[in-house]
C-alpha cells in the first residue's frame, strides 16, 4: 500500500500570473550630454595602476566523511546432508549415497543435469577459450622506463609513546594484510609506560589496525603462517616464543616456557617447510638456534649451539642476528651473526662436526639481513656495517660482489622475488636503495628519501610491486615501484646468471693465486732455513772473520794516511840539501821568494811579478 499526501491550496494565494507576450521596444529615458560636464574633464596620461603577477585565487575547505570498510568472514561447510548423517564420518556418508542412487528420482536427476553438461562440455570443445594467439610475439621491453617509486600509505603507530617498527609481514593470500611487530631495542632504555602491542593493518585502512595482538613482551619478529594465514609466529623481546590465532582473539594462543626459551630478544624467526606446516625455529643472540612445534611450545624440538671451534660450548657461541631458510634445500640453513660471520649449517647432522659445515667472513659488524636468491641459491645476499655484500657458496674466502661503503648504516636488505638481479636496502639516514647490478653496479638504479628517520626493516610483497618500510619511530611505508623494476625483462635470468658464474670464476682464481703466494713464501721461508742448516758453521765463520778482517784493515790504514797529511801540513819544514830537495820542494821556495820580492825565477819556470816589471 502506498502512502500519499496531497497538499491543497488556493489558487489565488500563489500570487498573480505572469503571462508574457512579444511587443515593440519603448524607449522609457533620454538623457542628452552636458558640454559644463564634458569641459570639467581631467585626463591621465599617463595612468599608474598596481595589479597582481598572478591570478587572484580562493581558497575553501570542506571536511568530508572519510569511507571506512569492514571485513567479515562467512563460513563455508559442507551442506545438503540430512540431520542423522554426521559429514565428517566417512561410513555414514557411504551408507547414505547408496541409498540415493538406488532411488529412481536420482537417475533422472543426473539424466538431466548430464544433458546440461554435456552441452557446457561441447561449448568448451569449439572454442578454446585459454587459447594464446601471441605467444610469437618478444616480451615488451621496460627497461626504457625510468626507475621510480611512489609512496601508497603511511601506517603510524597509534601508541602515544613511539617504538622502532622491527619487523614487517605479508599476509600470504593475497597480501591484503600487513603485519608489524613494534620493539624497543635498546637495552634498558625503554620509556616508562611503552605499550607492547603489535598490529595487524589492513591496506586499505590506514587509519586504525584491523588486530591489536597482546603479548606479554614486545614482540622482535613476527610471521605468517605460510600454509595457514590465520597463525602468525612471534619473536619476544624476553626470549621467549608466541604463536597467535587470528580467530581465537587478540591473546596469545601459544607461548614457550621461559626455562626453555631463549636468553636474549629472538631477532629472527622462520616457519619450516613441513606436512603439518607447524615447524618452525628461531635465533637469538645468546647463539643457539632452536626448532619449535607450535602445537607444543612447552620446550623445542632441537636446539643448535653456534660454537664455529664445533665443541658447542655456549660461552663461544656466536651470537645469531639473522636466519635464512630456502624450501628447496631442505638440509640447510644459515644465520647471520654479530661477529660479521654467515654460518652454514646442516639441520640433518648429528655431530657438531656435521651440524657447522662452513663460515663466510666478510663484514666488521652484525649481518642484520640474510638471504638467499629465488632464483640461484647457491648465491645469497647479506648486509652488515656500511656495505651490501652478494656471496656464492663456491667461494668462501671472500664474497663475488659488494655496493661500495655508504656514509650512513645499512640495517636490511631483500632480493626482489620476480627480478633475479634487483635488491632492496634500508640505510640509518631514512633511504632505500633499490639496486640493479645489470644495470648498474656502482651505484644503485634508484634511491629514495622514505623519511627523515632510520629505517630499520623492509619487506617486499610477492609479486614485488609493493615495499613495506618500517622506521624508528614506528611508521610503516608502503611503497608502489615502477614497471621496469617489478617485470623480468629479457634474457635477464641468463644475464644474472653468467655474472654470478664470472664473478664466482674470478674470486676462486685470485684465491688460488693468493694461495699460491702464500705457498711460495713459506716454501722461500722453509728453504732459507734448510740452507742455513745444511751449510757447515766453520766456513761460514772463517768466510766471515776473513771479510771482517779485510774491512778493519782498510779502514785503519786509511784513517793513518789522513793523520800523517794532516801532522805533514802542520810541522814547519827544515832547510834541505839541493841534492835531496824535491820538485815539488824546490817549486815552493821559489814560490815563497818571489813573494818576498826576489826577481828571479831559476829552475821552476815562474813568471815575472807584474807589480814589480820584472827588475832585478
Known amino acids: 500500500m502506498e502512502i500519499v499526501y496531497v497538499y491543497v491550496k488556493k489558487r489565488s494565494e500563489f500570487g498573480k500570473q505572469c503571462n508574457f507576450s512579444d511587443r515593440q521596444a ?99 570443445n569449439a572454442i578454446d577459450i585459454y587459447q594464446e594467439y601471441f605467444d610469437d610475439e618478444d616480451a615488451v621491453e621496460v627497461t626504457d622506463e625510468a626507475p621510480s617509486a611512489k609512496t601508497i600509505n603511511v601506517f603510524r603507530d597509534p601508541q602515544e609513546i613511539k617504538r622502532p617498527a622491527t619487523h614487517v609481514s605479508w599476509h600470504p593470500d ?66 621467549q616464543i608466541a604463536c597467535w590465532d587470528t580467530r581465537k582473539g587478540s591473546l596469545v594462543a601459544e607461548l614457550s616456557t621461559i626455562e626453555f626459551s631463549h636468553r636474549d630478544p629472538v631477532y629472527g624467526t622462520i616457519w619450516l617447510q613441513s606436512k603439518t606446516g607447524t615447524e618452525c625455529f628461531s635465533a637469538s643472540t645468546d647463539g643457539q638456534v632452536m626448532w619449535w612445534d607450535i602445537r607444543k611450545l612447552s620446550e623445542p624440538t632441537e636446539v643448535v649451539i653456534m660454537d664455529i671451534t664445533k665443541k658447542e660450548h655456549l660461552e663461544n657461541a656466536l651470537g645469531a642476528i639473522s636466519l635464512e ?107 632505500l636503495d633499490i639496486w640493479d647490478f645489470v644495470f648498474k653496479q656502482c651505484d644503485p638504479a634508484l634511491s629514495l628519501k622514505v623519511c627523515d628517520e632510520a629505517l630499520f626493516c623492509l619487506r617486499v610483497q610477492d609479486n614485488g610491486c609493493f615495499i613495506a618500510c618500517g622506521s624508528q619511530l ?14 623480468l625483462q629479457r634474457n635477464e635470468k641468463n644475464t644474472a646468471s653468467s655474472i654470478f658464474e664470472r664473478e664466482t670464476r674470478r674470486e676462486k682464481i685470485l684465491e688460488a693465486r693468493h694461495r699460491e703466494m702464500r705457498l711460495k713464501e713459506k716454501g722461500k721461508a722453509e728453504g732459507r732455513d734448510d740452507e742455513l742448516r745444511d751449510e757447515p758453521p766453520i766456513l761460514n ?46 817549486q815552493g821556495e821559489e814560490e815563497a821568494e818571489e813573494e818576498r820580492g826576489d826577481g828571479e825565477g831559476e829552475e821552476g819556470g815562474g813568471e815575472e811579478s807584474p807589480a814589480l816589471g820584472g827588475q832585478p
Open 174 to 239: 593475497g597480501n591484503r594484510k600487513l603485519a608489524v611487530a613494534y620493539s624497543c631495542l635498546n637495552f634498558q632504555r625503554a620509556p616508562e609506560g611503552m605499550s607492547n602491542e603489535s598490529y595487524i593493518w589492513d591496506l586499505e585502512n590506514p587509519n586504525r589496525p584491523e588486530i591489536t595482538l597482546k603479548p606479554s613482551s614486545p614482540l622482535v619478529t613476527l610471521e605468517y603462517n605460510p600454509k595457514d594465514s590465520h597463525v602468525l609466529l612471534a619473536g619476544c623481546y624476553n626470549g
Open 541 to 586: 765463520l772463517e768466510e766471515l772473520v776473513t771479510k771482517a778482517e779485510e774491512e778493519f784493515f782498510d779502514i785503519i790504514f786509511t784513517e793513518l794516511k789522513r793523520k800523517e797529511a794532516e801532522a805533514m801540513k802542520k810541522q814547519p819544514k827544515p832547510p834541505k840539501q839541493p841534492s835531496q830537495e824535491t820538485d815539488e820542494e824546490v
Open 26 to 124: 519603448e524607449l522609457n529615458i533620454d538623457i542628452p550630454p552636458n558640454p559644463e560636464l564634458a569641459e570639467q574633464f581631467v585626463e591621465r596620461n599617463p595612468v599608474d595602476t598596481g595589479i597582481q603577477c598572478s591570478t587572484s585565487m580562493s581558497e575553501h575547505e570542506a571536511n568530508t566523511e572519510r569511507f571506512e570498510m569492514e571485513t567479515r568472514g562467512v563460513n563455508h561447510i559442507e551442506g545438503g546432508w540430512p540431520k542423522d548423517v554426521n559429514p565428517l564420518e566417512l561410513e555414514q556418508t557411504i551408507r547414505f549415497r547408496k541409498k540415493v542412487e538406488k532411488d529412481e528420482n536420482y537417475i533422472n536427476a543426473i539424466m538431466q543435469l548430464g544433458s546440461i553438461m554435456e552441452h557446457c562440455i561441447k561449448q568448451n
Open 474 to 487: 614506528g611508521t610503516t611505508t608502503l611503497l608502489e615501484v615502477s614497471n621496469g623494476l617489478c617485470t
Open 325 to 431: 631458510f630456502e624450501s628447496t634445500l631442505p638440509t640447510k640453513f644459515m644465520v647471520g651473526t654479530e661477529q660479521g660471520v654467515v654460518i652454514s649449517c646442516n639441520r640433518k647432522g648429528k655431530t657438531p662436526a656435521e651440524k657447522i659445515v662452513c663460515t663466510f667472513s666478510g663484514h666488521h659488524g652484525p649481518i642484520y639481513a640474510l638471504q638467499r636468491n629465488p632464483f640461484y641459491p647457491k648465491n645469497f645476499l647479506t648486509v652488515g656495517d656500511w656495505t651490501a655484500r652478494i656471496w656464492s657458496e663456491d667461494s668462501r674466502e671472500s664474497s663475488i660482489m659488494w655496493t661500495k661503503y655508504h656514509m650512513a648504516y645499512l640495517t636490511d636488505a631483500a632480493w626482489s622475488p620476480v627480478r633475479p638481479a634487483v635488491f632492496f636496502t634500508t640505510k640509518m639516514d631514512g633511504t
